[in-house]
C-alpha cells in the first residue's frame, strides 16, 4: 500500500480528529477513580488484540529490525502516554491541551539535531501561527496560565509526543505499519499494567468498574487501535512537521466535539484559534516554487 502525501495527511487529519474526541472519554474514566495507567494499559491490550486478529498474517513475518523499531517507538508511545494521562488528573483541560500542543514546535529541531535536516523557513511561520492558534483556542490569556506538577508531566509529554513522530516519519517509514501498530499496543499494554501494578494498587478500590469501562472500550477501539493505526499508515508517507501539524488539530477538533455535545460555547477564541491552525497547515502545505514552475512549464491555451 503506497500513498500520496496529500492522502496521507488527509490520514493523519482523520486521526486527529478521534483524537479530538478522546478527551471527553479520558475525562470520564478519570473522573471514575481509573487511574492512567490502568486506563493506557485496557487501552493497549484492546490495541495488540485487534491488531492481531485483523493483520495477525502480517506481523508473523515479523523480523528483528520489525521488533526492534517497534520496541522503541512503544516505548515513546508509551511514556508519552502515561505522562499525558496522569498529568490530566492535576491540570485542567485548557492547560493540557495548550502544553501537550507544543509538541509541534519541538520536531523540527528534533529534526535537525538527530537527522541534521534543517528546517524550511516556512516551517518557523507556521508553527508560531499553529502555536498562537493553540493559544486563542485553549483561552489562556483570558484564563491565564500556571505551571503545576500535572502541567510539568504534560509539558514532558510533549517531548516524547514530538520525538514519537519523528520516529514514525524516520525509522518506521521502512517498517511494515501494521508490525509497527501491534508493538505500540502491546509495549503500551504491558509497560502500563507493571507500572499500574506498582503504583496504583491503591485506587482499585475507588474504581466505579460500570462507569469506568465504557469509555476506556472506546478508547481503546477508536483512539488507540483505530486512530493510532492511521497515524502509523500515514506518517509513512509525509514529513515529520506537516505530520506535526496535521496532528496538532486535535485540539481543534475536541473543541468543537465539545462544544457540539455542549460541554463548551462557541466563542470568538474557538473560532480565531480554528482559524489560525488551518491557517498555520495552508502555509506548511503550500508550494509556491512547483505552482509556478507548472504555471510556467504548461503550454498557454490560445
Not at 159 to 181: M, R
Not at 251 to 261: E, H, K, P, T
Amino acid at each position: 500500500m503506497k500513498l500520496q502525501k496529500w492522502q496521507a495527511n488527509v490520514v493523519l487529519l482523520l486521526t486527529a480528529m478521534i483524537w479530538g474526541a478522546s478527551y471527553i472519554f479520558i475525562k470520564q474514566a478519570i473522573r471514575s477513580g481509573m487511574p492512567a495507567g490502568m486506563i493506557n494499559a485496557i487501552r493497549g491490550f484492546i490495541f495488540a488484540m485487534l491488531i492481531y486478529l485483523f493483520f495477525h498474517k502480517k506481523i508473523n513475518k515479523m523480523t528483528r529490525t520489525d521488533l526492534k523499531v517497534g520496541t522503541i517507538a512503544g516505548v515513546i508511545n508509551f511514556a508519552g502516554y502515561q505522562l499525558q494521562t496522569t498529568g490530566l488528573r492535576y491540570t485542567t483541560p485548557s492547560n493540557s491541551a495548550f502544553l501537550t500542543a507544543t509538541y509541534v514546535v519541538m520536531i523540527p529541531f528534533i529534526v535537525w539535531i538527530f537527522y541534521k535536516r534543517k528546517p524550511l523557513l516556512k516551517s518557523y511561520f507556521s508553527i508560531a501561527i499553529c502555536f498562537l492558534g493553540t493559544v486563542f483556542l485553549t483561552n489562556v490569556v483570558n484564563n491565564g496560565f500556571s505551571l503545576e506538577l500535572g502541567d510539568s508531566l504534560t509539558l514532558a509529554s510533549a517531548f516524547f509526543f514530538a520525538w514519537q513522530i519523528v520516529h514514525f516519519s524516520n525509522a518506521v517509514a521502512n517498517s511494515d505499519p501494521f508490525i509497527v501498530s501491534f508493538m505500540l499496543g502491546s509495549v503500551q499494554a504491558v509497560a502500563s499494567l507493571v507500572w499500574s501494578l506498582f503504583f496504583e494498587q491503591s485506587h482499585y478500590a475507588t474504581i466505579n468498574w460500570n462507569a469506568a469501562i465504557p469509555p476506556v472500550l472506546i478508547l481503546g477501539v477508536f483512539a488507540s487501535f483505530g486512530a493510532q493505526t492511521l497515524q502509523v499508515v500515514g506518517q509513512k508517507f509525509t514529513d515529520s512537521t506537516s505530520a506535526g501539524l496535521i496532528l496538532m488539530t486535535e485540539s481543534l477538533f475536541g473543541s468543537i466535539f465539545s462544544v457540539i455535545l455542549g460541554f463548551d460555547k462557541l466563542e470568538s477564541n474557538l473560532i480565531i484559534g480554528g482559524l489560525l491552525i488551518v491557517l498555520a497547515i495552508f502555509i506548511m502545505e503550500f508550494n509556491a516554487q512547483r505552482i509556478f514552475l507548472h504555471k510556467k512549464i504548461l503550454p498557454q491555451n490560445k
